[in-house]
């Protein structure tokens, strides 16, 4: 999945950041979930993957740009054969390095918190 978006302007305070999320689950039971977020007050990147409603992975760190307001970006992961990877433009900014278990993700999206962003395109593809 990959998305270009520009972050317009920040709802937060000086307990709640804005983020921008790229994400994709099996349902709306969330039993699976890969995601990814960009933190632009923190310059962080958080990522996730959930299977059977276990966190095989959650973390956030601080990634080595800045992000701003008023830029355009590039998020993408990937999940694939179970490993997960996150790049924000060009740069890899994530890699499991392992391998984790994954479903049939039906139902990918976009989510904006505390904050306002333009999307340019999504693009999702599975590979069989």
Known sequence: MSELFRWLASAGNDLVCASAQLLAR???KQ???SGMALL???DQAIVRHM???VD???EAFEINMRIDYDEWYVM?????DGRMRAFVDDNEIYDSNSSFPVASYGEP???VR????VFEYVRILTIS
Do not use: F, K, T
Not at 114 to 117: E, I, K, L, S
């Open 26 to 28: 099996d349902s709306g």
């Open 31 to 33: 039993n699976y979930e």
């Open 40 to 42: 632009p007050e923190l």
């Open 51 to 53: 299977a059977d409603r």
């Open 56 to 58: 095989y992975v959650y």
């Open 76 to 80: 993408r992961l990937m999940v694939l």
């Open 109 to 111: 999206h976009l989510a």
């Open 114 to 117: 505390y904050g306002a962003a």
